[in-house]
C-alpha cells in the first residue's frame, strides 16, 4: 500500500501546539521509529505530525527512518529540510548533507539563517575528506551560496589536484561559485579555459553577467554562443532575459522573449516571470498585468509577486491590493509576499493596514523572514542581524559606524526613513536605519582588514534603499570596492557609484 503523500503546509503553523499536544515524547518516539509505516498511513489530515515524527526521529538519530518519513512528504517546509540537514552535518555525514541542501535550493528554498551554520560545517568537514564528483558539486553549490570565496578555493584546488577540471559540469560550477562570490574575471577566465562548453556552461556564464548587472556583456556571450553553433535552452532564455531586466534592457528584453520561437522554443512560466519582472521593473505595470492575463498557462504565485514589487517600486497601492488578493489564494502562508504588501502600506503611512497585514500573518502562521548578512574573513564566515550586538568586536563596530555618520552627512546623505515600516519617532526611524545587517557587517570589515581591500557581503535579502544609498557614500569616504550580493543581484560600490545604477 502506497503511503499517503501530505503537504506540511496544509495547516497553519500558529494551530500546532493544538494538533500535536495529545503526543507525548514516549509516544512520538515509538511511533517514529518501530509503527511508522502503519503510522503514516494512518495519517490523512494532520500534516504537522509529520514534522513531528520527522524531529523525534532525527533527534533519536534513526536518520534512515526520517529520511523515509521526508520522502512521503509533498511539499516539505523549510523546517524540515533544517532538521535534515542539521541532523546529517551534526553525526558526521557531510555528503548528505550538502547533498540535501543543494536540493532544498533546487526546490526554490531559500536557505536561511538554520541552514547556513550547518552547510558552512559540511563544507569544512569534507575538507578533510577525500570525496567524489558528485559532493565536490554540492559543495561548490554552497560555497557560492554562502560567498564562502576561501573554502570554494579549497575545494577549486581539489578539483584540480584529482582531474574533476577536465569535467564541464564541475568546471561550471567553479565558474558559477566563484561568480557567486563576487569574483566576475576570474569567473570568466575559467570560462574561456573550460573546454567542451556545453549549454549549461554557457547559461551560467550569461546568468553570473546578468546576476552583476552587465546586461550588455551578457547579450554578447548569447550571440557568441549561437555563433559557436550551441543551441539556446529555455533556461538560457530564462538567464537573458533576466539579464536584461537587472539592467533595464527593455526593448532588448522584448526581442529576446520573440526570438525563442525562432529556436523553437515555446516560453515556460520562468520566461513569463522574467519578462513580467522586466515590464514590472521598467515602469511598464500595465502591460505587465497584461501579459499575465494572456499567459497560455495558470500564473503561479511567484509571476504575481514579481508584479508586486512593481508596484512597491512605483507606489502603484490600487493594484499592488489587487494582486495581493490574488497571492494570497495561491500562496497565503509565504511570509515574503505579506512582508512586501506591508511595505507598500508603509511607505504610505496607511500604519492601520500595516497592522492588519502583520495580524493576518499572525493567524496564518507565515512568519517574517529575519535578515542577515554575511561576511568572510579568516576563512571563517561571520553573521550579523539587524541591530546585532552579539559579536565580541561590537563596540568598535558600532563605533565605526557612528564615525561614519558626521561624513557621510557632510557628502550629503539624508535617512529614507521611509524604509522604516513601523509607525515610531523620525529619530528612532533613523536609528534604527544605521544598524541593518549590511551595514554592521560592511563596518566588520573595515576594522578587520587592510585599507584599500576589497569588502564582500552576501545579505538574505533585497538590499533596502536607504543602505544602498549609504553604502555608496561610505565606498568614497574608506576609498573601497565594496560587493554586496543581496537576493536579486550583486552590488558593486565604488567611489560614491553603484554598478546597478540605482536601478533595482
Known amino acids: 500500500m502506497l503511503l499517503p503523500r501530505l503537504n506540511s503546509r496544509s495547516r497553519a503553523v500558529s494551530t500546532e501546539r493544538t494538533i500535536l499536544s495529545p503526543f507525548t515524547k514516549e509516544y512520538r518516539v515509538l511511533a517514529a521509529e518501530s509503527g511508522i509505516r502503519l503510522f503514516l498511513e494512518g495519517c490523512k489530515v494532520f500534516a504537522k505530525i509529520f514534522l513531528l515524527s520527522v524531529s523525534a526521529v532525527a533527534a533519536k538519530l534513526k536518520l534512515d527512518t526520517a529520511r523515509l518519513v521526508f520522502e512521503y512528504i509533498s511539499n516539505p517546509s523549510s523546517y524540515l529540510w533544517n532538521i535534515l540537514i542539521r541532523e546529517y552535518?551534526?553525526?558526521?555525514?557531510?555528503?548528505?548533507?550538502?547533498?540535501?541542501?543543494?536540493?532544498?535550493?533546487?526546490?526554490?528554498?531559500?536557505?536561511?539563517?538554520?541552514?547556513?551554520?550547518?552547510?558552512?560545517?559540511?563544507?569544512?568537514?569534507?575538507?578533510?575528506?577525500?570525496?567524489?564528483?558528485?559532493?565536490?558539486?554540492?559543495?561548490?553549490?554552497?560555497?557560492?551560496?554562502?560567498?564562502?570565496?576561501?573554502?570554494?578555493?579549497?575545494?577549486?584546488?581539489?578539483?584540480?589536484?584529482?582531474?574533476?577540471?577536465?569535467?564541464?559540469?564541475?568546471?561550471?560550477?567553479?565558474?558559477?561559485?566563484?561568480?557567486?562570490?563576487?569574483?566576475?574575471?576570474?569567473?570568466?577566465?575559467?570560462?574561456?579555459?573550460?573546454?567542451?562548453?556545453?549549454?549549461?556552461?554557457?547559461?551560467?556564464?550569461?546568468?553570473?553577467?546578468?546576476?552583476?548587472?552587465?546586461?550588455?556583456?551578457?547579450?554578447?556571450?548569447?550571440?557568441?554562443?549561437?555563433?559557436?553553433?550551441?543551441?539556446?535552452?529555455?533556461?538560457?532564455?530564462?538567464?537573458?532575459?533576466?539579464?536584461?531586466?537587472?539592467?533595464?534592457?527593455?526593448?532588448?528584453?522584448?526581442?529576446?522573449?520573440?526570438?525563442?520561437?525562432?529556436?523553437?522554443?515555446?516560453?515556460?512560466?520562468?520566461?513569463?516571470?522574467?519578462?513580467?519582472?522586466?515590464?514590472?521593473?521598467?515602469?511598464?505595470?500595465?502591460?505587465?498585468?497584461?501579459?499575465?492575463?494572456?499567459?497560455?498557462?495558470?500564473?503561479?504565485?511567484?509571476?504575481?509577486?514579481?508584479?508586486?514589487?512593481?508596484?512597491?517600486?512605483?507606489?502603484?497601492?490600487?493594484?499592488?491590493?489587487?494582486?495581493?488578493?490574488?497571492?494570497?489564494?495561491?500562496?497565503?502562508?509565504?511570509?515574503?509576499?505579506?512582508?512586501?504588501?506591508?511595505?507598500?502600506?508603509?511607505?504610505?503611512?496607511?500604519?492601520?493596514?500595516?497592522?492588519?497585514?502583520?495580524?493576518?500573518?499572525?493567524?496564518?502562521?507565515?512568519t517574517k523572514e529575519q535578515g542577515f548578512s554575511l561576511i568572510e574573513f579568516n576563512n571563517v564566515v561571520y553573521k550579523f542581524g539587524v541591530g546585532d550586538r552579539s559579536h565580541s568586536e561590537s563596540e568598535k563596530i558600532y563605533s565605526a559606524l557612528q564615525e561614519l555618520s558626521a561624513p557621510m552627512k557632510q557628502l550629503g546623505y539624508i535617512p529614507m526613513t521611509d524604509f522604516v515600516l513601523h509607525d515610531i519617532e523620525e529619530e528612532a526611524k533613523e536609528e534604527a536605519l544605521s544598524y541593518h545587517s549590511e551595514r554592521l557587517a560592511i563596518a566588520f570589515g573595515l576594522i578587520k582588514t587592510a585599507p584599500g581591500t576589497t569588502i564582500r557581503i552576501t545579505k538574505n535579502l533585497r538590499i533596502c534603499g536607504d543602505c544602498h544609498n549609504a553604502i555608496k557614500l561610505i565606498s568614497k569616504i574608506e576609498n573601497r570596492l565594496i560587493v554586496v550580493r543581496d537576493m536579486h543581484r550583486f552590488h558593486h560600490f565604488k567611489d560614491g557609484v553603484c554598478s546597478c545604477g540605482d536601478y533595482w
Open 89 to 366: 552535518a551534526t553525526q558526521g555525514n557531510f555528503r548528505q548533507s550538502l547533498a540535501l541542501y543543494a536540493k532544498m535550493m533546487q526546490n526554490g528554498f531559500k536557505p536561511d539563517k538554520f541552514a547556513f551554520p550547518f552547510a558552512l560545517k559540511s563544507c569544512a568537514g569534507l575538507a578533510n575528506l577525500q570525496i567524489g564528483k558528485v559532493s565536490v558539486l554540492s559543495a561548490l553549490l554552497a560555497c557560492g551560496n554562502l560567498g564562502a570565496s576561501r573554502k570554494g578555493e579549497w575545494f577549486h584546488s581539489y578539483v584540480i589536484h584529482t582531474g574533476f577540471e577536465s569535467d564541464v559540469l564541475v568546471a561550471t560550477a567553479v565558474m558559477d561559485m566563484y561568480a557567486k562570490c563576487g569574483s566576475l574575471d576570474l569567473a570568466h577566465k575559467l570560462f574561456d579555459q573550460t573546454e567542451g562548453k556545453d549549454v549549461v556552461c554557457w547559461s551560467a556564464m550569461i546568468a553570473s553577467y546578468g546576476f552583476h548587472g552587465q546586461g550588455r556583456t551578457a547579450i554578447d556571450l548569447f550571440d557568441n554562443m549561437v555563433k559557436a553553433g550551441v543551441g539556446p535552452n529555455d533556461i538560457t532564455f530564462t538567464c537573458i532575459l533576466s539579464a536584461c531586466s537587472h539592467s533595464g534592457l527593455l526593448e532588448e528584453g522584448k526581442r529576446y522573449f520573440e526570438a525563442m520561437k525562432g529556436f523553437g522554443i515555446v516560453p515556460k512560466l520562468n520566461n513569463y516571470s522574467c519578462m513580467v519582472d522586466l515590464l514590472g521593473r521598467a515602469g511598464q505595470v500595465s502591460e505587465a498585468e497584461k501579459l499575465i492575463e494572456n499567459m497560455p498557462m495558470e500564473p503561479d504565485a511567484s509571476l504575481w509577486g514579481s508584479l508586486l514589487g512593481a508596484c512597491r517600486i512605483y507606489g502603484n497601492l490600487d493594484l499592488a491590493e489587487k494582486i495581493a488578493d490574488r497571492i494570497f489564494q495561491l500562496d497565503p502562508f509565504n511570509s515574503g509576499y505579506h512582508v512586501l504588501l506591508s511595505n507598500i502600506y508603509a511607505a504610505k503611512s496607511r500604519w492601520k493596514e500595516v497592522e492588519k497585514v502583520r495580524l493576518m500573518m499572525g493567524r496564518r502562521g507565515a
